[in-house]
């Protein structure tokens, strides 16, 4: 259940408001003034509540759920209870995160600059703003339309950012140009110098790292992650981009649109990710390579070459699913004959 301490309910709403808000279709049109409370998991919804279902591995959860309605494909329909209603839609778990935003919309506070934050003279930020308290904003800073920078965070010198953006927590920023929607979590950090020295053996001499970092428009960029700027080139982050919790992208990286990096993955500097790539939770992807649009790297992988767009892989190093799966039955099929003969022996 949602704990109202921290969250805000709206609503109610009927299940032909929450269609029109979602593109998903009332089954039944005679419910399409049915009221719904709240949002709720299917094993323990009310029927006051809509639940989901997006994996058929829940379809008996579905099938038992005294939720007042649920949001499923047309493929689920059998499997209803007959006091469920329900919302139909393509897309069930996109369909709900829609109305779960409906009844929990993000709270936005009312635009300030608390007397704590210290701001440049020269920095320019736009109405609408939101500047908490401790928060340092350095020369030539500039800050778009409707932008939250929270508590303790620092924008550097000539700092771009654009509307609609929220800095999180203690996060820095410097050394770069940020679109509109762009969302930093807690204890980001952006443009910190890269990781660029030459190694020599009476003392490695550190490379000036002079370029930027760019993230495109409706980037999210979660908590502890760090991305650094360019040596010269810049470091670009795609439009539509989701990062997940400390992950690091190296100096250089160019990372397509619409990517998804998982938690703890590293990106080697120099690396170019091609549009919609998932890099899943503890990745490691090798410098100087380029990883193919649409190309899925399964957890805790080695990217050590380039790989083609379009396919899955997993392993270290990472290699064609099929062909890992082969690789793990061959070698379990070696062990079995092995300990088979040491038994025979």
Known sequence: MVDL???KREGPFTLSELADRTGAFVHDESCKDFVIEDVAPLDCANDKQISFLDNVKYKQDFAETKAGACIISADML?????????????????????VAQAFYPE?????EIHDSAIIHETAVIEKGCVIGAGVVIGPHVKIGQGSWVEANAVIDTHVQIGEKCRIGLNASVSHAVLGDSVRLY??????????GFAMDPSG???????GRVIIED???????????RGSGPDTVIGQGTWIDNLVQIGHNVKVGRGCVIIAQAGIAGSTVLGDYVVIAAQVGVAGHLFVGSGARVGAQSG????????????????????QFMRQVAYLGKLVKENKGAKQDG
């Open 5 to 7: 301490n921290f969250f």
């Open 78 to 98: 059998p499997f209803a209870p007959k006091e469920c209603r329900i919302l139909l839609s393509n897309y069930p778990y996109k369909t709900y995160a829609l």
């Open 107 to 111: 709270e936005y506070p009312v635009s």
């Open 186 to 195: 807690p204890g980001v950090r952006v443009g910190q110098d890269g990781f």
């Open 204 to 210: 490695h001499v550190k490379v000036p790292q002079l």
């Open 218 to 228: 409706h980037v999210e960029v979660g908590a502890n992650t760090t991305i650094d």
């Open 303 to 322: 990217v050590m070459r380039d790989i083609e767009g379009g396919a899955e892989y997993l392993g270290t190093p990472a290699v064609p699913a099929k």
